[in-house]
């Protein structure tokens, strides 16, 4: 199968997007980015490095321009940072551009998935399930105002969420 629409991830940290983007890309024979990597590979330093020098904003700053050159791309899976959604224009984007898969789950899943995970700067803080759900709180209207289909990967294993994901993605393709 040739992709011919790129499927984009979206969703908070641990949900499952690099895993499940992996799984997908492998499936339909498409290339697999994770926008994050691809950050790190460019400015040769780990995504905390980035926010301990230039903090969030000078990550959204870069993250925008990756998402600019990404969404260029055709026939590609890629898993984004959980705050891509943040940027009006990243939104916009990758709604032009692709078919949008919010990855959700509940906030223990979540903790459960990230608390030994020290590379992801939001979470080192001495309440992460409070900021967890402060994310989420102004996070999950976005990827629900851009996705256009939501999978909850909390009680499923990924082998499920790709299968779900390809028949909706197959659907949409057809209606298209």
Do not use: W
């Amino acid at each position: 199968m040739i992709l011919k629409r790129n499927i984009y991830l979206i969703g908070p940290m641990g949900v499952g997007k690099t895993t499940i983007g992996r799984q997908l890309a492998k499936r339909l024979g498409a290339p697999f980015y994770d926008s994050d990597k691809v950050i790190e590979e460019q400015t040769g330093v780990d995504i905390a490095t980035i926010f301990e020098f230039e903090g969030e904003s000078g990550f959204r700053r870069r993250e925008k321009k990756i998402i600019e050159e990404l969404v260029e791309l055709e026939g590609v899976v890629l898993a984004t940072g959980g705050g891509v959604v943040l940027d009006e224009q990243n939104r916009a984007l990758l709604v032009k551009n692709g078919f949008v898969v919010y990855l959700s789950c509940a906030v223990n899943k979540l903790l459960e998935r990230t608390h030994k995970d020290t590379k992801r700067p939001l979470l080192q803080t001495e309440n992460p399930r409070q900021k967890i759900e402060a994310l989420l709180q102004e996070r999950e209207p976005l990827y629900a105002t851009c996705s256009d289909l939501k999978v909850n990967t909390g009680n499923m294993s990924g082998k499920m969420v790709v299968n779900l994901i390809l028949a909706e993605f197959d659907s949409a393709i057809e209606s298209d």
